[in-house]
């Protein structure tokens, strides 16, 4: 406990206490018996206050929006034409022609390869980094955490044209490789744009993950070097578990940040060549502004709901197992 | 704690009135629907103008000159009108999507608009836009459009939009490059074999410039297909891309079989430009640059290019351009006319707007020779109304493009105004852009991506292949 | 709890300078800080990789989308912040900040009831308040366009809050996680001395939540820095655009002037890295996210 005061009273930048030594109400004490508890806080109205801008601005701006747009999804409505003032409920039409449209497998297709492939690469680099700062000189650790964070903070618009700018003939890669003519973006295109979507995402686990890894408790580490266990032992064994609620927080917030990643793929491709990276949120866009069909594009919206809620249970149920 | 209680109902409430007022008014769509007015209002009063601030001109600087310009001259005979621009940014899409949403609602729909032409059937159809046949029968200039730039306007026998100006297409190429190579100039293909057979003789003679530039891949749009392969299309015996009495997409016809043929010989021969280019997003104005930097040989490009290398527009511009660059009409496939696509921007006054006639006496204004050709000038345009060609101030300004260009637009063909035509474009620009991706596709190969993709997207019923 | 262990002194993040080994374990890990430290160099090159076209154009008079040595100029810089680009920044600066300012107030408020209250259905509102964070914005934009022309909010100050509700999941989520990590003893303990939830707030809870908070702001601000669409849509006066919007002033119908382009981008990054310089002392490089959508 008194550790645990001291790491809070220290340069209270470092961070608090992680979780996994246990939040909630009383670290440390026995599991609560069943019942009511009687000492548990009851509801309290002041709660509400706290609440209410956020709900109110949330409920009126955002989630009826949301249930508008859903139901848009079954209706006919078209951004111009007949049926953009005069329009109705369809039914399950939309749902028929979701269910036959070729475009739409492929889509959510890639959009799997492109999540997958995200992940993985900014949990990986991610974690990389992150340790690699702990023990690096200042100067450098200072340089290469503030272009990684830059990367980051780049809007979607920029960072778009640098990389393609970066990945066509006689761009920075293709120079470097010796390969100037090289069009790297145009005939590996979803390797390229997930490459663009890690490089601008990475900066985000870099942080979360690095913070993670400062508030491990020291003498947890040094009582694996005592068991002189080597680095990558303690790494596997040590580390990581402690680390995978944040991991696991990550994941799931990297996948609905990509997910929603539109722009940086609009910039660099347009969904093309083909429609090889045309994943959900442009397949959406393509269909809703500029096929005119609004209420179809809403449906495969509302497939992007379902795939976020799908990746939400997951996460639930993983964090719920723990060690 | 009281004052507590009270606040949950209270907040829920008034969120439930304005969902159902914000959905009420979505489902309703404008409300109530006064009728256009046929005089100006005698008080004073706002008229609401929307453009699109980046994409039209050629520059914004123009863009804010032309309109300022167009709305000072209509002060002067309407002091009672305060005039309110709504600029949109960003490019073609952007526009489009805009004006859309303004549209949906009467009281922000612009009185006047600028919108392209190829938007001009769905919006009409959507009752946004106000008939004009009754106006357009006091208009001097109207008579002169041609009678091709008229029917753009025109749907189930009204005229719901008149032209601003308009391109057209047609080959440029670069004359030194050709000597160099020993094709005789000036340069009249008669085919489009001698297309493909000049720009072989540049591949072999003259290095390390792109011998042809032909718009390929689905990044530029419709505005690729406009400036690209559209041009050979409608230059074949089997012209049609939307059959209007059926309403069906064309996928399969010798013209297009035939257009991407020759798709298919310029790439496979090496002669077009790389993916890298033809997929930016900026595709369709690389030419420009390209010729400027002498890099290009061919092109089939559009009329704003001549405009565009002038000192007036560009800076740093091209004085060498007359003196370089050659210019000649697209044969058709039969070797006896001239093929060019047609289209551009128009205005379209708001169906329920309160200020109609206000709104008509600013287009008459728009449209009077000074501002017409001032339009056409600084955004690479002719100017639809044909008395207007032979005008110095339009002949001098980029000569001889301006001229040149002029000519063949009565010759020019409409690209279709239909609701499902992006999903054509979107599907002709796979097709092209596997040709130039990998030049061993077939056409057949490329013919069945169009087809396939179309069917999918719209249904077997509406698709039709001419024999 | 610390055992005495005969090893050199601990390594400190600040990375001190090490003292010359004295015994084979600590050559060993000398050695492994030389490769770790050319890693991270290999990384940063790598990260930086993209970002050299972007200076290069900037400074070039004849910029392309192709890598090649500048003909130096400046020009680029000047135009990038003439009379109404220069505006736009300004109006990126108030957007971005209302914004934030919004969305991290009241995301702080309800991450703390959320973290520390008992709230029925807690588990399910953590849920869709997460869920939201995942919704396409594009199509939102029909109903939400609609709902502000009908009340007149066609302008910077609703855009602004519009922004802010979509930030909002995230922020809560993102402040929440941080203050679930910080212990209640402090809490109860100012309880005792009576002080009020407002006191907790402002002397207890803020300073110790302090890292998250700032992080969800800056991830408030520069999600609001880099958006396109809403301001497109729901701003309709050309002098209250933002920079994001402004970026298209420099692409014309037939020609696109890169070196603007980047020179402008790179002008357009600058308050953002300014504000996250300022605020890393506030979070010293990062922020814990304990996840679990708990009660």
């Given at each position: 406990m008194s550790s645990q005061a001291n790491s809070v009273a220290m340069a209270g930048a470092a961070g608090p206490v992680p979780a996994a030594a246990g939040t909630g109400p009383r670290p440390g004490l026995p599991a609560e018996p069943a019942g009511k508890r009687k000492d548990r806080e009851r509801f309290q109205w002041s709660s509400l206050t706290l609440l209410a801008p956020s709900l109110f601005l949330l409920a009126v701006l955002f989630v009826i929006p949301v249930i508008y747009a859903f139901y848009l999804g079954f209706t006919n409505l078209e951004l111009v034409g007949p049926n953009a003032v005069t329009w109705h409920f369809t039914g399950t039409q939309n749902l028929h022609r979701l269910g036959s449209d070729p475009t739409f497998f492929l889509s959510l297709r890639l959009t799997l390869i492109f999540i997958v492939g995200s992940i993985v690469g900014v949990v990986v680099i991610g974690l990389a980094l992150a340790v690699l700062l702990q023990t690096a000189v200042a100067p450098l650790r200072i340089l290469v955490g503030g272009i990684v964070v830059i990367a980051w903070m780049m809007p979607a618009i920029t960072a778009g044209m640098t990389w393609y700018a970066s990945t066509t003939a006689s761009g920075t890669f293709g120079t470097l490789l010796g390969m100037p003519n090289s069009d790297f973006l145009h005939h590996e295109p979803l390797l390229i744009v997930t490459l663009a979507n890690v490089w601008s995402q990475t900066g985000f686990a870099m942080l979360v993950l690095g913070a993670a890894l400062r508030n491990i408790p020291r003498e947890v580490l040094e009582a694996a070097d005592m068991e002189d266990a080597s680095r990558w032992q303690r790494f596997r064994l040590i580390t990581l578990p402690l680390l995978r609620p944040t991991i696991v927080t990550t994941v799931l917030l990297i996948t609905l940040i990509s997910l929603a990643n539109f722009a940086l793929i609009y910039v660099m491709t347009q969904g093309g060549p083909g429609n090889s990276t045309n994943i959900l949120p442009l397949y959406s866009y393509q269909q809703a502004f500029e096929f005119n069909n609004l209420a179809y594009g809403a449906l495969v919206g509302n497939v992007m709901v379902l795939i976020c809620a799908i990746f939400g249970v997951i996460y639930v149920r993983a964090s719920r197992v723990r060690t | 704690m009281a004052m507590r209680r009270f606040a949950a109902p209270r907040l829920t409430a008034v969120a439930a009135v304005l969902a159902a007022g914000a959905i009420a008014a979505a489902c309703s769509g404008s409300g109530t629907t006064p009728a256009a007015s046929t005089k100006e209002p005698t008080g004073p009063y706002t008229i609401k103008i929307a453009y699109g601030s980046d994409y039209v001109f050629d520059t914004t600087g123009f863009t804010t000159k032309w309109w300022d310009q167009v709305a000072a001259e209509f002060k002067k005979s309407h002091p009672n009108a305060t005039v309110q621009f709504i600029p949109i940014p960003g490019s073609y899409n952007d526009i489009v999507n805009k004006l859309s949403l303004l549209y949906r609602n009467a009281s922000t729909a612009p009185d006047v608009a600028e919108i392209p032409t190829g938007q001009i059937g769905l919006w009409a159809q959507a009752d946004y836009l106000l008939p004009l046949n009754s106006y357009l029968k006091s208009s001097s200039w109207w008579p002169q459009f041609p009678s091709v730039i008229q029917s753009e306007g025109r749907f189930s026998g009204n005229v719901y939009a008149v032209n601003q100006g308009e391109n057209d297409s047609a080959l440029l190429y670069n004359e030194q490059m050709f000597r160099k190579a020993g094709i005789p100039v000036p340069w009249n293909p008669k085919s489009w074999s001698d297309i493909i057979a000049a720009a072989a003789k540049i591949k072999a003679k003259v290095p390390?410039?792109?011998p042809i530039w032909l718009n390929a891949g689905t990044g530029s749009g419709a505005n690729g297909l406009l400036q690209g392969i559209n041009n050979f299309i409608v230059g074949t015996s089997t012209p049609t891309i939307y059959d209007a009495k059926n309403n069906k997409f064309v996928v399969d016809s010798p013209g297009i079989r035939q257009a991407l043929s020759f798709y298919q010989q310029a790439y496979a021969k090496g002669l077009g430009a790389d993916t890298s280019a033809l997929f930016s997003p900026n595709a369709v104005t690389t030419p420009l640059t390209e010729f400027q930097s002498g890099k290009l040989a061919i092109a089939v490009g559009s009329n704003y290019y001549g405009g565009n290398w002038t000192k007036t527009i560009s800076a740093?511009?091209?004085?060498?351009a007359p003196s370089t660059m050659g210019e000649a009409v697209i044969p058709t496939y039969s070797g006896t006319g001239t093929a060019s696509t047609l289209g551009g921007w128009d205005f379209a006054v708001a169906a329920h707007s309160k200020v109609a006639k206000a709104a008509f006496d600013f287009i008459n204004i728009a449209e009077n020779e000074q501002n017409s050709i001032d339009a056409a000038n600084w955004a690479g345009w002719v100017p639809p109304d044909k008395a207007y060609w032979t005008a110095p101030l339009y002949t001098s300004f980029a000569p001889p493009y301006n001229a040149f260009f002029a000519d063949i637009t009565p010759s020019s063909t409409l690209t279709p105004s239909s609701a499902s035509y992006s999903v054509w474009v979107q599907g002709m620009g796979e097709a092209t852009g596997a040709i130039a991706q990998n030049p061993n596709t077939t056409v057949s190969q490329a013919v069945s991506i169009l087809k396939n993709y179309v069917t999918s997207q719209l249904g077997s019923s509406q698709v039709e292949t001419v024999p | 709890m610390t055992a005495g262990i005969a090893a050199p002194a601990p390594q400190a993040a600040s990375g001190a300078s090490v003292q010359p080994p004295a015994n084979p374990a600590s050559r060993r890990s000398m050695s492994n800080k030389a490769i770790s430290n050319l890693l991270l160099s290999a990384f940063g090159a790598l990260f930086v990789l993209p970002m050299v076209w972007l200076v290069l154009a900037s400074l070039d008079a004849n910029a392309t989308w192709s890598v090649e040595i500048p003909h130096l100029t400046g020009a680029n810089f000047a135009a990038a912040l003439s009379g109404s680009n220069l505006q736009s920044i300004i109006n990126s600066i108030v957007l971005s900040g209302v914004s934030t300012a919004i969305a991290t107030v009241c995301g702080a408020l309800a991450a703390y009831a959320l973290s520390r209250r008992r709230i029925p259905w807690k588990g399910p509102l953590l849920l869709i308040v997460l869920f939201l964070t995942g919704v396409p914005l594009a199509i939102l934009i029909i109903p939400i366009f609609e709902m502000f022309s009908d009340l007149g909010w066609l302008s910077i100050l609703p855009c602004a809050l519009f922004l802010a509700v979509t930030t909002l999941p995230f922020e809560i989520y993102l402040i929440k996680n941080f203050i679930d990590a910080v212990p209640q003893d402090l809490e109860e303990a100012a309880r005792m001395e009576r002080a009020g939830t407002v006191q907790i707030l402002l002397k207890v809870i803020g300073p110790l939540a302090m890292p998250g908070i700032a992080a969800a702001a800056i991830f408030g601000f520069v999600t609001a820095w880099g958006s396109f669409l809403i301001p497109l849509v729901l701003i309709t006066s050309p002098n209250q655009q933002p920079g994001s919007i402004a970026i298209f002033g420099f692409i014309g119908a037939a020609n696109v002037r890169y070196g603007d382009i980047a020179a402008f981008s790179l002008i357009y990054a600058v308050p953002i890295f300014l504000l996250y310089a300022l605020a890393s002392r506030l979070f010293r490089g990062g922020f814990v996210l304990s996840g679990a959508v708990r009660g």
């Amino acid at each position: 406990m008194s550790s645990q005061a001291n790491s809070v009273a220290m340069a209270g930048a470092a961070g608090p206490v992680p979780a996994a030594a246990g939040t909630g109400p009383r670290p440390g004490l026995p599991a609560e018996p069943a019942g009511k508890r009687k000492d548990r806080e009851r509801f309290q109205w002041s709660s509400l206050t706290l609440l209410a801008p956020s709900l109110f601005l949330l409920a009126v701006l955002f989630v009826i929006p949301v249930i508008y747009a859903f139901y848009l999804g079954f209706t006919n409505l078209e951004l111009v034409g007949p049926n953009a003032v005069t329009w109705h409920f369809t039914g399950t039409q939309n749902l028929h022609r979701l269910g036959s449209d070729p475009t739409f497998f492929l889509s959510l297709r890639l959009t799997l390869i492109f999540i997958v492939g995200s992940i993985v690469g900014v949990v990986v680099i991610g974690l990389a980094l992150a340790v690699l700062l702990q023990t690096a000189v200042a100067p450098l650790r200072i340089l290469v955490g503030g272009i990684v964070v830059i990367a980051w903070m780049m809007p979607a618009i920029t960072a778009g044209m640098t990389w393609y700018a970066s990945t066509t003939a006689s761009g920075t890669f293709g120079t470097l490789l010796g390969m100037p003519n090289s069009d790297f973006l145009h005939h590996e295109p979803l390797l390229i744009v997930t490459l663009a979507n890690v490089w601008s995402q990475t900066g985000f686990a870099m942080l979360v993950l690095g913070a993670a890894l400062r508030n491990i408790p020291r003498e947890v580490l040094e009582a694996a070097d005592m068991e002189d266990a080597s680095r990558w032992q303690r790494f596997r064994l040590i580390t990581l578990p402690l680390l995978r609620p944040t991991i696991v927080t990550t994941v799931l917030l990297i996948t609905l940040i990509s997910l929603a990643n539109f722009a940086l793929i609009y910039v660099m491709t347009q969904g093309g060549p083909g429609n090889s990276t045309n994943i959900l949120p442009l397949y959406s866009y393509q269909q809703a502004f500029e096929f005119n069909n609004l209420a179809y594009g809403a449906l495969v919206g509302n497939v992007m709901v379902l795939i976020c809620a799908i990746f939400g249970v997951i996460y639930v149920r993983a964090s719920r197992v723990r060690t | 704690m009281a004052m507590r209680r009270f606040a949950a109902p209270r907040l829920t409430a008034v969120a439930a009135v304005l969902a159902a007022g914000a959905i009420a008014a979505a489902c309703s769509g404008s409300g109530t629907t006064p009728a256009a007015s046929t005089k100006e209002p005698t008080g004073p009063y706002t008229i609401k103008i929307a453009y699109g601030s980046d994409y039209v001109f050629d520059t914004t600087g123009f863009t804010t000159k032309w309109w300022d310009q167009v709305a000072a001259e209509f002060k002067k005979s309407h002091p009672n009108a305060t005039v309110q621009f709504i600029p949109i940014p960003g490019s073609y899409n952007d526009i489009v999507n805009k004006l859309s949403l303004l549209y949906r609602n009467a009281s922000t729909a612009p009185d006047v608009a600028e919108i392209p032409t190829g938007q001009i059937g769905l919006w009409a159809q959507a009752d946004y836009l106000l008939p004009l046949n009754s106006y357009l029968k006091s208009s001097s200039w109207w008579p002169q459009f041609p009678s091709v730039i008229q029917s753009e306007g025109r749907f189930s026998g009204n005229v719901y939009a008149v032209n601003q100006g308009e391109n057209d297409s047609a080959l440029l190429y670069n004359e030194q490059m050709f000597r160099k190579a020993g094709i005789p100039v000036p340069w009249n293909p008669k085919s489009w074999s001698d297309i493909i057979a000049a720009a072989a003789k540049i591949k072999a003679k003259v290095p390390g410039v792109t011998p042809i530039w032909l718009n390929a891949g689905t990044g530029s749009g419709a505005n690729g297909l406009l400036q690209g392969i559209n041009n050979f299309i409608v230059g074949t015996s089997t012209p049609t891309i939307y059959d209007a009495k059926n309403n069906k997409f064309v996928v399969d016809s010798p013209g297009i079989r035939q257009a991407l043929s020759f798709y298919q010989q310029a790439y496979a021969k090496g002669l077009g430009a790389d993916t890298s280019a033809l997929f930016s997003p900026n595709a369709v104005t690389t030419p420009l640059t390209e010729f400027q930097s002498g890099k290009l040989a061919i092109a089939v490009g559009s009329n704003y290019y001549g405009g565009n290398w002038t000192k007036t527009i560009s800076a740093p511009y091209w004085a060498q351009a007359p003196s370089t660059m050659g210019e000649a009409v697209i044969p058709t496939y039969s070797g006896t006319g001239t093929a060019s696509t047609l289209g551009g921007w128009d205005f379209a006054v708001a169906a329920h707007s309160k200020v109609a006639k206000a709104a008509f006496d600013f287009i008459n204004i728009a449209e009077n020779e000074q501002n017409s050709i001032d339009a056409a000038n600084w955004a690479g345009w002719v100017p639809p109304d044909k008395a207007y060609w032979t005008a110095p101030l339009y002949t001098s300004f980029a000569p001889p493009y301006n001229a040149f260009f002029a000519d063949i637009t009565p010759s020019s063909t409409l690209t279709p105004s239909s609701a499902s035509y992006s999903v054509w474009v979107q599907g002709m620009g796979e097709a092209t852009g596997a040709i130039a991706q990998n030049p061993n596709t077939t056409v057949s190969q490329a013919v069945s991506i169009l087809k396939n993709y179309v069917t999918s997207q719209l249904g077997s019923s509406q698709v039709e292949t001419v024999p | 709890m610390t055992a005495g262990i005969a090893a050199p002194a601990p390594q400190a993040a600040s990375g001190a300078s090490v003292q010359p080994p004295a015994n084979p374990a600590s050559r060993r890990s000398m050695s492994n800080k030389a490769i770790s430290n050319l890693l991270l160099s290999a990384f940063g090159a790598l990260f930086v990789l993209p970002m050299v076209w972007l200076v290069l154009a900037s400074l070039d008079a004849n910029a392309t989308w192709s890598v090649e040595i500048p003909h130096l100029t400046g020009a680029n810089f000047a135009a990038a912040l003439s009379g109404s680009n220069l505006q736009s920044i300004i109006n990126s600066i108030v957007l971005s900040g209302v914004s934030t300012a919004i969305a991290t107030v009241c995301g702080a408020l309800a991450a703390y009831a959320l973290s520390r209250r008992r709230i029925p259905w807690k588990g399910p509102l953590l849920l869709i308040v997460l869920f939201l964070t995942g919704v396409p914005l594009a199509i939102l934009i029909i109903p939400i366009f609609e709902m502000f022309s009908d009340l007149g909010w066609l302008s910077i100050l609703p855009c602004a809050l519009f922004l802010a509700v979509t930030t909002l999941p995230f922020e809560i989520y993102l402040i929440k996680n941080f203050i679930d990590a910080v212990p209640q003893d402090l809490e109860e303990a100012a309880r005792m001395e009576r002080a009020g939830t407002v006191q907790i707030l402002l002397k207890v809870i803020g300073p110790l939540a302090m890292p998250g908070i700032a992080a969800a702001a800056i991830f408030g601000f520069v999600t609001a820095w880099g958006s396109f669409l809403i301001p497109l849509v729901l701003i309709t006066s050309p002098n209250q655009q933002p920079g994001s919007i402004a970026i298209f002033g420099f692409i014309g119908a037939a020609n696109v002037r890169y070196g603007d382009i980047a020179a402008f981008s790179l002008i357009y990054a600058v308050p953002i890295f300014l504000l996250y310089a300022l605020a890393s002392r506030l979070f010293r490089g990062g922020f814990v996210l304990s996840g679990a959508v708990r009660g």
